[in-house]
């Protein structure tokens, strides 16, 4: 069925709460570092994203951002993955991410994304 709505744990431990899904396929909800952060700065951050039609396509993609709340710098994180359903009806996502986090000048630039 692929529905985002509801709790998902990283390998690394960090975990999304999709709380809000729409009918136009758009969700929001929380995204919480796990351990493996290993950066006692990052706090529970909102996230916003949004599905294929899961009618549609029964193993959908998706993509959310993730705006982190930090004490010192800002920092954007984009996932983009998909949805997979296995023959037991087990669902996983897979996912890519890339992080953006702000630079202090154009020279500083190269460094400021992962």
Known sequence: QCLLSGSWRSDTG???VVSTLGKDSR??????????AGNSELLTSPLEGS???????????????VNWRLRETTRTTVFLGQCYVDTEGEETLHAVWLLREAGDSPAEDWKATR
């Not at 969700?27 to 493996?36: K, Q, R």
């Not at 599905?51 to 951002?65: I, K, M, R, V």
């Open 14 to 16: 960090c975990r999304m």
């Open 27 to 36: 969700f929001s909800g929380s995204y919480l570092p796990g351990p493996a």
């Open 51 to 65: 599905q294929q039609d899961t009618g549609l396509f029964p193993q959908p993609t998706f993509s959310f951002t």
